[in-house]
């Protein structure tokens, strides 16, 4: 199993331009989730899917749209980037029949917008 | 202003010492996990805690949950430079508009020097 897989490693950006960040999970998970990281803020929730073709905001949702339309696929869309949206962002996945939803996380994506 | 402050930010110890970290709120939590993340990769679970008073142990790792469910500790004995990363907690507060979804901590960032 590669667990869950996100692409690009690393995006720069310019203000203004929109693109799509990938994660995809092989672990028949139904629950995935989206997380920005920033220094000294910990991880926060941006969206996420309880299964396919259900979505719902976190945290801190605006400026990002996302879709579940199968159960492995959950990409992260920026519409136009900002520099506010500077950061590292994590996909997860989770199987919530599993009792207390330990939560598989991917490796990253580390997104600069100029 | 967080729901989960973690305490200290940073901590830089020699091999061998014992340290404690600590995971503090005025919320009530479900259940509360503990993550360790390495540089340039996503967050990977240590443990999960759901009763008041709990203990937990994981090698030379042991965790706590408060009686009160408010808060948590991480006692690392004899700490290795294989301890070195980011220490994060996560809780699941009882608050109805957290639904199912963690809260995340802002981390301890351990460095344990040969």
């Known amino acids: 199993n590669a667990g869950v897989t996100q692409t690009p490693k690393f995006q720069v950006l310019k203000t203004g331009q929109s693109m799509t960040l990938q994660c995809a999970q092989d672990m028949n998970h139904e629950y995935m989730s989206w997380y920005r990281q920033d220094p000294g803020m910990g991880l926060r929730l941006i969206h996420y899917s309880v299964g396919a073709g259900i979505t719902d905001q976190g945290e801190v949702p605006n400026g990002y749209n996302v879709s579940r339309s199968t159960t492995e696929d959950f990409p992260l869309r920026l519409l136009s980037a900002a520099p506010s949206q500077t950061s590292v962002y994590f996909c997860?996945?989770?199987?919530?029949?599993?009792?207390?939803?330990?939560?598989?996380f991917g490796p990253g994506t580390r997104l600069t917008v100029l | 202003t967080q729901l989960l402050e973690q305490s200290p930010q940073f901590l830089s110890i020699q091999e061998g010492e014992n340290l404690t970290v600590y995971c503090n709120s005025s919320s009530v939590f479900s259940s509360l996990q503990w993550y360790r993340q390495e540089p340039g990769e996503g967050p990977v679970l240590l443990v999960t805690v759901v009763t008041g008073g709990e203990v937990k142990k994981l090698k030379r790792l042991t965790f706590q949950f408060g009686d009160a469910r408010k808060d948590s500790s991480l006692h690392i004995t004899a700490a290795q430079p294989g301890d070195t990363g980011l220490y994060l907690c996560?809780?699941?507060?009882?608050?109805?508009?957290?639904?199912?979804?963690?809260?995340f901590g802002p981390g301890t960032r351990l460095s344990v020097l040969p």
């Open positions: 997860a996945s989770s199987d919530r029949d599993r009792t207390y939803n330990e939560q598989f």
């Open positions: 996560a809780g699941a507060p009882i608050l109805q508009n957290y639904g199912q979804n963690f809260v």
